[in-house]
């Protein structure tokens, strides 16, 4: 268990043109996190690859408290003092050899009361799903002592049909990753990761007393790249660098 406690001040000093009374307090967070794991080898007396066969589950609930978080627009008032979510976790992986293990994992999430925002129009919205499905392949080869690859293909799927909300977004992530030591001083490190997703969402535009919603569909798109490099120089400096 641990928790993560983050604190606001409203300003001690305004300008001459503002007004104590326009002044909204800030808000502060409390998240409180509590979670259970347990791992198990069903087949663990056995002489073969199927006794390094692992089954790993888990739990987690988080608890987001957030103070000073009910504030009134025009079109009415949001109150969003605390969201509690709860995750579950179930990953299957196997030792194949030395060489090779791969690994499967599978993630429920489940969020009341997400944060949104209210327009003036009285209309409220968000992209903070109420749940979530989340499938994971993996892959990890290392041929050598000196090299490790490893990939991880996801597809995650979440949507929000509530009265705040109602959207759906489908996601594929991809990562590929490589470690590879050409001596046992220097080592050299690198990740390609894509990240695609779609979103169906109703939007709701124009004034409170004439708002019109329609079914939008967009997507968004992200690249990363990065490496990096390190060097033991001696047994007590080491120098390391990357973008």
Known sequence: AKQYVQTTQTPTTLLPEENPADIQPLFAYDLTTVGLKGR?????????????????????????????????????????????????????????NRTLNSFVRYRLGFYD????????????????????????????????????LSGILGIDNSWNKSDVADFQNDSYPIVLTAWYSPTQRWSVSG???????WIDQNITLGSLSDPATSRWSYGGRSDVVNIGTTYAWSERLTLSGGF
């Open 40 to 96: 198990w080898r069903p087949f663990y007396d056995e002489y073969s690859w199927r006794s390094r066969f692992l089954l790993s589950s888990g739990y987690e609930y988080r608890g987001m408290a957030r103070p000073n978080s009910v504030y009134t627009e025009p079109g009415g008032t949001a109150n969003e003092l605390f969201t509690t979510t709860n995750l579950f976790n179930l990953r299957a992986s196997v030792e194949w």
């Open 113 to 148: 009361d997400p944060l949104y925002g209210i327009a003036k129009n009285g209309t409220t919205n968000t992209l903070r799903p109420t749940q979530s499905h989340l499938i994971e392949l993996g892959t990890t080869w290392s041929p050598t002592d000196a090299l490790i």
């Open 191 to 197: 990740g390609l990761a894509f990240f695609r997703n």
